[in-house]
């Protein structure tokens, strides 16, 4: 690596150069971004909530299928963004009513989706790969999102009462969904804020060079690391009845999941030959890359209720 000197005759490396600024923009963007996201999962009325969700759906999608178009697919947008936001606002019903509702709905859109490309394909060569392509954008962003909704307002209903602490928090009591919802963006963040400054610093060993080469084996475990270390200090502030082991191993989940979602995302640009999904947000790229590890980490929350809460 090249040295150069600094005004005081210091050698410093190309890297430190490098690392810095862009260090900087992403602690500036990220410091921006935190209040608004803490108000919109704690304190945010029902209809904000399921805003900010569709206005994350309808970012996310945009970048895929610009991708997607890098890539060489034809895409039908439009159908993606309308079912996309049928699925967000599908979730707002009551749980007992969602489950009857959500899946004939899901398999009228798998259903209605190849119907109407037929009229929107010139070259039937295309068909296939647009279609493919449309429907794993829904799943892929829209319905992957859609499960914060019944996590923050219906986690009461998935028989998860024993996770609720009779503690007050000072000002104002939050519910088992903001704790959760919460638990699930302290586990992201840490684990990325960990494995971007270990793997930077100390990153040696490439984790899928093919995928993406700049992740190392290092950083992925750092991040890890740093999720369930954010998780023990999380659960003992705010699941003080339920044991920690349990705390832990949500979090191991998430984490997990989360690590696969920013590989999804990856291949999917390194498909397209992009660096960065957009350049929505400075120092962080697109929009799609602040919620690729969410993509994943949201469902699997979401999964990780039923089963705790289907468990005598």
Not at 207 to 235: H, N
Request: glycine share 8%; proline share 5%; with cysteine.
């Amino acid at each position: 690596m090249r040295k150069a000197r600094n005004s005081k005759g210091w050698r410093v490396s190309n890297f430190q150069f490098r690392f810095f600024p862009d260090m900087l923009r992403r602690t500036l963007t990220t410091i921006l971004l935190i209040p608004p996201v803490l108000y919109i999962i704690g304190w945010s009325p029902k209809w904000l909530f399921l805003l900010a969700v569709v206005t994350a759906v309808v970012l996310g999608l945009r970048e895929y299928f610009a991708l997607c178009r890098a890539t060489g697919f034809k895409v039908f947008s439009w159908v993606g963004y309308g079912a996309s936001v049928v699925a967000c606002a599908a979730q707002m019903l009551p749980l007992e009513m969602s489950y009857f509702v959500a899946i004939p709905l899901l398999l009228a859109l798998l259903l209605l989706i190849p119907t109407l490309a037929l009229g929107q394909s010139a070259d039937l060569k295309d068909y296939l790969a647009a279609t493919s392509v449309t429907i794993f954008g829904i799943l892929y962003i829209g319905l992957s999102l859609s499960c914060l909704v019944p996590i923050r307002f219906s986690a009461d209903s998935f028989g998860l009462a024993w996770m609720l602490r009779s503690e007050v928090v000072p000002g104002q009591a939050l519910s088992l969904g903001v704790r959760l919802i919460l638990l699930l963006f302290v586990v992201i963040w840490a684990g990325d804020i960990s494995a971007y400054l270990v793997g930077r610093w100390l990153g040696r060993i490439p984790f899928i060079p093919r995928i993406s080469p700049r992740k190392t084996w290092e950083g992925s475990l750092a991040g890890l690391a740093g999720s369930l270390l954010a998780a023990w200090a999380f659960g003992r502030s705010f699941f003080k009845t339920v044991d920690l082991k349990t705390i832990i191993m949500i979090a191991a989940w998430i984490a997990v999941a989360g690590q696969v979602g920013d590989l999804v995302e990856s291949a999917i640009k390194r498909g397209a030959n992009q660096k960065d999904s957009g350049t929505l947000l400075p120092g962080h790229g697109g929009f799609l890359d602040r919620i690729d590890s969410l993509l994943f980490a949201a469902p699997a929350l979401w999964l990780a209720m039923v089963i705790l809460g289907s468990l005598p």
